[in-house]
């Protein structure tokens, strides 16, 4: 099915039923309520910090056209000019003093005059304000913390899976006393936030002596209650015949979890694997509590430096924002597709 | 190939017991098949056999050794499931290799023996594929192969053709017989389809509540049944049983009465029947006929016509509804009286606990 036949489908008939209204319209509000705000943070980077402070703000990332006037320096920006005998006129500001401007027409750089500046429009154009993306690659180690992002997110989600996986194994595939037990104590610990526990857990990160290490951000969440719920609960959905199988075929339980349950278990892995990516990409309050030297610092961290105490360097915090939501965008394109297939793979009848 | 060997098994989860004191030899070569009803314990004897159930009580030995202790891995057996528990993410030929890997075989030595279960199974068209790819039989054969790859002491069959269509399962059970007349290994079969028992076994295990009722060749179980549960499970339709009572026995001749004042004369006695003892009498389908001067008179319920053969359902006054089959095509129709003759050497009695007291002599359906 194309993607034009998937987005203009209808409940059938030949006219459009009410529903079909209902339906686009909700799909419209949603699409602009979601995507919305990510169409504004990647037009907004590509603005200056003085076209972000601007009232009325704008969507797109205007800027003042500017030209160069022979006999000044630095070009100068342009206005239409209404003069006193009402024709308009394209001149370049020289300088503005009070709610007069010194302005002078590009054609005859040497004849200045005062306008007032209610006589004055700017004239915009569209501009992208690529120094946004390209300063701080410079001056901040915008790769360092890249390197750093990239390392915890890689190792946690693999030190994840595979502690939850073995887990959600030993919960979903033996009978033993207490395994209710463990699987509530183990949801039960969803009900604690993580401010709650901060202070504790910094403490023994600490005594481990890993404060500023990327293990201290790795290490304490590994082991998600989700992550072994979710999988449990699809793990329980393998035929028990399976593993029963694989036990007549002479399997050790290392083998069944290794060869049996893990493939059969791919498309809940890859649901983890993508809440894992997105959790460790997105982490800010405990790395932050953790990481205080910035060459251990995490994307999260460091577009937090941006922020001042005294002033806010939108532009490039808002860039450095894009440039963070693309590998995480990446994966989850591409994992997503593991999540459908797979799904009709029992085999059984 | 091995000898297997059941004792005294129980087999109980928390109180309940399912499985009561189990004895049970199976030779070298044999291909035993456990039947009954559903609910009858025979998937969990099998599933202790093959150590996927714990054993609560007895001991259960493969040649001579006691394996209750030793996990189902290392027990040596293999076995082809129900619902046949393919990987489903593992080609046809990974499938049959998985147990011999494990074995840790040389490669080359795991395709001869996955290429050779292959051309007999006629699977090597497809090993290549996914277990979603095969059709039913083709799954099944599948299944098999796994199991037979690894030359196992014994193979193991939990109903392993219930979930293939009439057809298909009267061709797999062909194929299963000439498997074992090629391999000749030992085999045990777990099915509640008497036909499946009498055309594949050796020897069959009848088994209900629990308990073994008879053990033996499928015909001697047709033909001399221990009881009256045996009598009715062995035998497609069943076997028809009306209430009697013995008027007189004596030396080579028994009366009995039957429901309604009938009296039917046998041409056998025995010393150990009393006068007015209650009894079951028993008589297959084949071995009634319909004739002028019958025991019974009945009356047409419904007539089957099978083409080759005919069974008609019908009942008497007093009497249950009786199935008599007649060779060739009889025009029967529902109400016609028919008068019906017991073939008298070939009626069996039961006692009220359901024991057999008599049966005719052998007879082959005729």
């Not at chain 2, 009356?299 to 089959?325: C, H, M, N």
Request: proline share 5%; net charge neutral; with cysteine.
């Amino acid at each position: 099915m194309s993607v034009v036949e998937a987005l203009s489908r209808t409940r059938g008939g030949k006219r459009l039923h009410w529903t079909d209204y209902a339906a686009y319209g909700y799909l419209v509000l949603g699409v602009f309520l979601m995507f919305g705000p990510v169409v504004w943070l990647a037009l907004s980077s590509f603005k200056t910090q003085a076209s972000l402070l601007e009232f009325p703000p704008t969507l797109l990332p205007m800027s003042q056209k500017e030209a160069v006037v022979s006999g000044y320096d630095k070009p100068l920006p342009l206005f239409t000019v209404t003069l006193p005998d009402g024709s308009k006129k394209l001149m370049g500001q020289v300088r503005r003093v009070g709610l007069q401007a010194q302005m002078v027409d590009p054609n005859a750089p040497d004849k200045p005059i005062n306008v007032a500046i209610g006589q004055r429009q700017p004239i915009r154009e569209l501009a992208f304000a690529t120094s946004n993306y390209t300063d701080p690659l410079r001056q901040f180690a915008f790769t360092r913390y890249l390197g750093n992002s990239v390392f915890v997110t890689i190792v946690a989600t693999i030190i994840t899976l595979l502690i939850n996986s073995m887990a959600a194994f030993a919960l979903s595939i033996y009978e033993f006393p207490g395994r209710n037990a463990a699987m509530v104590g183990i949801i039960g610990t969803l009900m604690i936030p993580i401010t709650v526990i901060l202070v504790p857990v910094y403490l023994v990160v600490t005594s481990l002596g890993l404060i500023n290490s990327l293990w201290a951000v790795i290490l304490p969440g590994a082991a998600t209650p989700t992550g072994v719920f979710l999988l449990r609960q699809y793990m329980m959905t393998l035929p028990r015949d399976l593993i029963e199988a694989a036990r007549m075929d002479k399997a050790s339980e290392w083998q069944i979890y290794a060869r049996i349950v893990l493939p059969l278990s791919l498309p809940a892995l890859a649901v983890l694997a993508i809440f894992s990516v997105m959790w460790r990409w997105n982490e800010f309050l405990w790395p932050l509590a953790v990481l205080t030297k910035s060459e251990s610092y995490t994307l999260q961290i460091g577009l937090n430096a941006f922020q001042g105490e005294l002033q806010v360097q939108w532009q490039y915090l808002l860039a450095m924002t894009v440039l963070t939501l693309i590998p995480v965008s990446l994966v989850f394109v591409f994992l997503q597709r593991f999540i459908t297939t797979g799904i009709a793979n029992t085999g059984l009848k | 190939m091995a000898h297997l060997e059941l004792r005294d098994v129980e087999k109980s989860y928390g109180t309940v017991k399912v499985i009561h004191g189990v004895d049970l030899e199976v030779k070298d070569g044999e291909f035993v098949v456990f039947v009954g009803p559903s609910g009858c314990g025979k998937s969990t004897l099998l599933r202790m056999i093959a150590g996927l159930e714990d054993i609560s009580g007895g001991d259960v030995r493969i040649d001579g050794i006691v394996v209750n202790t030793i996990p189902a891995s290392e027990r040596g057996l293999a076995m082809v499931f129900q619902s046949y528990a393919l990987y489903p993410h593992m080609s046809v030929y990974k499938n049959m290799a998985f147990g011999l890997e494990n074995m840790g075989l040389p490669k080359a030595e795991i395709e001869r023996r996955v290429s050779n279960a292959a051309t007999l199974l006629r699977l090597t068209d497809y090993l290549q594929r996914k277990p979603k790819a095969l059709s039913g039989g083709q799954r099944q054969r599948v299944a098999i192969g796994r199991a037979i790859v690894r030359n196992p002491k014994i193979c193991l069959f939990d109903e392993p053709l219930s979930n293939l269509d009439a057809e298909l399962r009267v061709a797999m059970r062909k194929e299963l017989s000439a498997l074992h007349a090629d391999l000749g290994g030992t085999m045990i079969y777990v099915t509640h389809d008497q036909v499946e028992a009498m055309t594949l076994a050796s020897r069959i295990v009848v088994l209900r509540a629990g308990q073994i009722e008879q053990v033996g060749a499928p015909l001697d179980l047709y033909n001399r049944p221990d009881n009256l549960f045996v009598a009715t499970f062995i035998g497609s339709p069943k076997m028809n049983i009306v209430e009697a009572t013995v008027a007189a026995s004596s030396g080579d001749n028994t009366r009995l009465t039957l429901p309604e004042g009938r009296e039917l004369s046998l041409p056998f006695g025995g010393g150990d029947l009393q006068t007015g003892q209650k009894l079951s009498l028993g008589i297959r389908p084949e071995h009634i006929v319909v004739a002028a001067d019958g025991d019974l008179e009945m009356s047409v319920d419904l007539a089957e016509q099978l083409g080759g053969e005919t069974y008609f359902y019908a009942t008497g006054k007093g009497l249950p509804q009786f199935t008599i089959r007649e060779n060739g095509q009889a025009n029967r129709r529902r109400g016609d009286t028919v008068s019906i003759r017991l073939r008298r050497d070939s009626v069996h009695l039961f006692a009220e606990d359901g024991k057999a007291i008599r049966h005719g002599a052998t007879q082959v359906p005729g």
